[in-house]
C-alpha cells in the first residue's frame, strides 16, 4: 500500500516537474522624456492636451503617451510579485523605444541598457529572449548584441550580429524557440529606411539577410531532431485589427510565411508577436481550410497607439515543458486612471483564456471555433474578445477610439475577418463579401448575416442587465 502511494506520488511529482511558465512582454516603448509637467511634456500637450479632461498626465501615463519609466518599474514589480517562480524564459517582442522623433543613438542606447538592467534585476535566474521591433532603430545589430550578451549563447550571437535573428535550442527538453528579424520583411520602403538607420543594407529583396534560407534550414534541424518550436517575432502576418485593412508586411514575404508555416504545422507548437498593441490571435489554414497553427499577440506595455488607446498589458504564459504545449496563460493588465488616480500600480489579472472563452485547449482547431463564435447569435464570444482587445480599456476612452464595439456588425466583421484571414486579398474578400450581404436585404443573405443581427441585440440586453 505504502509502496503503491510512493508510485503515485513519484508520478504525479513527475507530470507537475513537466509544468511551466514564460512571461511575454512587448512595445514598452519607453519614453524618457516623459513628465508629469503638462508644460514640459511634448507628448501630452500635442496630442492629448483637450481630450484627456486633466490638467496633467498621470504618474503611470497617459493614453496618448509612451511609457514612463514609472510604469515600466510597476510592470517589472508586477512579473515578480504574480509568478516569482517556475518561470523557465521571458520573450521580449520588440519595440522598447518611445515612437517621438529626436533621440540620439546615444540616448537610445543608454535607454535600451536601463531597460535590459531592470529585467536583468527582475529575472536574475533566468535567460530574457529579446526580438527586434521595428522602432528599435538607430542602434546595429553589434551594439544590440553587446547589451544583452549575458542573455543569448554564442551560436545565438552570430546570427544575431549579423542580421538580427537567432534560435534557442532547449536540448533536455526537446523544443527550439526561434526569433525572427521581421523588420527585413516589412514593406520594401520601410524595410530600407530601417535598415539604413541601422547602418545595414538589404541586397536581396528575395531573401534579405538570408533569413528566409536561415529559417527553413532551422525548422528542418528541428524535425530531423523531432523537437517542437515556437516562432517568436515583433510584427506578424495579417491585417490590424484596430486600423482597418492595414498591413505591414510586404505580401511577398507575408505570403511565404504562411506557406512555411503551412509546411512545418506538425512542430510548430505557437507563435508569439506584439506590434499591434492590442490582445488578439489569428489562425493559420492548410491550402485545403484546414485550421493548422495559431498565432497569439500579446498586448502592450506602452498605452499608446495610432490606432487608439489600450491599457498597459502583461502575459503569463503556462505550458508543458518537454513537448512545448502551451496549456493556458493569463492576462494581467493596468487600470491607468485608477492608478494614476490613487498613485499605486495595481497589476491584477484580467482573465485566464481557458476560462474566460471556455475552451478545452489551446489549439488551432479551438481557436479557428472561437473565430467562428464571434458570427454566432447565441455565444457572447465577440462581447467578450471586444473587451480584451483593448485590455478592459473604459468604456468612455473606448467609444471615442473603438470601431463601434460589440454592438456594431461592421465592427464584429472586422475583427472576424483579421483573425481568419491572414493576407490582405482575403481579408478583402471575406470583409467586402460580408459587408454586402450586411447592407444586403435580398432573400439569399449569409448566415453571418443574421447571426450579427441577433449578436447586437443580446450584446445590447448584456450591457443593460
Keep these: 500500500m505504502i509502496r503503491d502511494y510512493l508510485v503515485l506520488l513519484s508520478w504525479l511529482c ?3 516537474g513537466k509544468i511551466g511558465y514564460f512571461w511575454h512582454i512587448t512595445d514598452i516603448h519607453y519614453d524618457p522624456r516623459y513628465s508629469t509637467q503638462a508644460n514640459a511634456n511634448a507628448c501630452w500637450n500635442t496630442r492629448n492636451g483637450v481630450n484627456s479632461g486633466r490638467k496633467t498626465p498621470g504618474e503611470f501615463g497617459d493614453y496618448a503617451c509612451d511609457s514612463p519609466w514609472a510604469l515600466v518599474e510597476s510592470a517589472a514589480s508586477a512579473m515578480t510579485s504574480n509568478r516569482g517562480e517556475g518561470i ?47 522602432d528599435d532603430i538607430g542602434v546595429n545589430f553589434s551594439q544590440l548584441a553587446e547589451i544583452w550578451q549575458h542573455w543569448l549563447p ?25 526569433f525572427l528579424n521581421t523588420n527585413l520583411w516589412l514593406n520594401t520602403a520601410d524595410s530600407r529606411m530601417l535598415h539604413r538607420s541601422s547602418g545595414s543594407m538589404i541586397d536581396n529583396a528575395h531573401d534579405p539577410f538570408e533569413q528566409w534560407s536561415w529559417f527553413q534550414k532551422t525548422l528542418e534541424t528541428a524535425r530531423r531532431k523531432k523537437e517542437t518550436v515556437y516562432i517568436v517575432g515583433h ?88 513537448t512545448g504545449q502551451v496549456l493556458d496563460y493569463t492576462q494581467y493588465y493596468l487600470n491607468l486612471p485608477d492608478a494614476n488616480s490613487i498613485g499605486t500600480a495595481n497589476w491584477l489579472p484580467e482573465y485566464s483564456l481557458l476560462e474566460y472563452y471556455e475552451l478545452q485547449e489551446i489549439t488551432a482547431i479551438a481557436l479557428h471555433d472561437l473565430a467562428d463564435r464571434f458570427t454566432q447569435f447565441n455565444d457572447y464570444a465577440f462581447v467578450r474578445y471586444y473587451a480584451a482587445n483593448t485590455v478592459s480599456l473604459p468604456r468612455e476612452v473606448e467609444q471615442i477610439w473603438g470601431c463601434g464595439g460589440p454592438l456594431n456588425g461592421v465592427c464584429a466583421l472586422h475583427h472576424y475577418c483579421t483573425v481568419t484571414r491572414l493576407n490582405p486579398e482575403s481579408y478583402r474578400e471575406c470583409y467586402s463579401s460580408y459587408a454586402f450581404a450586411l447592407s444586403s436585404t435580398g432573400p439569399s443573405t449569409p448566415r453571418l448575416y443574421f447571426s450579427l443581427l441577433v449578436l447586437l441585440v443580446c450584446a445590447e440586453l448584456l450591457r443593460n442587465r
Design 14 to 16: 513527475a507530470v507537475q
Design 88 to 134: 523557465k524564459f521571458v520573450l521580449w517582442t520588440g519595440d522598447a523605444l518611445t515612437r517621438t522623433t529626436g533621440m540620439n543613438v546615444e540616448l537610445r542606447l543608454q535607454c535600451l541598457r536601463n531597460l535590459t538592467d531592470l529585467l536583468s534585476r527582475t529575472f536574475k535566474e533566468q535567460f530574457v529572449f529579446p526580438a527586434l521591433g521595428h
Design 154 to 178: 554564442q551560436e545565438a550571437l552570430d546570427t544575431f550580429k549579423t542580421a538580427g535573428y537567432y534560435t534557442i535550442e532547449q536540448r533536455s527538453e526537446k523544443y527550439r524557440i526561434i
Design 235 to 322: 510584427t506578424p502576418p495579417g491585417i490590424d485589427d484596430r486600423e482597418s485593412g492595414a498591413a505591414v508586411l510586404s505580401e511577398r514575404h507575408n505570403t511565404k510565411y504562411l506557406q512555411v508555416i503551412r509546411l512545418y504545422s506538425d512542430i510548430i507548437r505557437g507563435q508569439f508577436f506584439g506590434h499591434w498593441h492590442t490582445d488578439t490571435f489569428r489562425v493559420v489554414y492548410s491550402d485545403t481550410g484546414l485550421p493548422v497553427s495559431w498565432i497569439m499577440m500579446a498586448p502592450s506595455i506602452s498605452p499608446s497607439t495610432p490606432g487608439g488607446p489600450n491599457n498597459p498589458g502583461l502575459r503569463l504564459y503556462k505550458f508543458e515543458t518537454t
